[in-house]
């Protein structure tokens, strides 16, 4: 039986680390957390939430190309605002009103993955 998603896997190009944490951290706000020694040799980075309940892993891949469709959706509270933030450092905010019940947006990563921004709608 399932009972929670883990973490979500993304990819980047090798040397892309000191942009992924810039945006992670520095624009989503989450933490980086230490990768175990065996992995953090392979590259990439892993960030998570203030709570801890939401990770994103970014592994380094090779012949690295940003999926067009494929994406995480993380859900936020304050959409305006976390719209306003992403937008204030640059980032795109696309916004999307076609699924019923939420308000959401999609952004890309500064190595081009695709991310989605959803808040309920009460």
């Known amino acids: 039986m399932l009972v929670a998603l883990d973490h979500v896997q993304l990819a980047a190009p090798a040397g892309s680390e000191p942009r992924l944490r810039a945006y992670y951290e520095g624009v989503l706000g989450m933490t980086e957390i230490p ?4 992995l953090a040799a392979r590259g990439g ?5 203030a ?25 936020v509270s304050g959409i305006d605002a976390f719209a306003a933030r992403v937008a204030a450092h640059g980032g795109a905010v ?29």
Do not use: I, M, T
């Open 35 to 38: 990768k175990p020694p065996v």
């Open 45 to 49: 980075c892993w960030f998570a939430a």
């Open 51 to 75: 709570d801890g309940a939401v990770q994103v892993h970014v592994g380094v891949e090779a012949d690295f190309r940003p999926a067009r469709k494929a994406h995480p959706g993380l859900r």
């Open 94 to 122: 696309v916004w999307d009103d076609h699924l019923p019940g939420h308000r959401r947006f999609y952004s890309e990563d500064p190595v081009g993955n695709r991310l989605e921004f959803l808040e309920p709608v009460e």
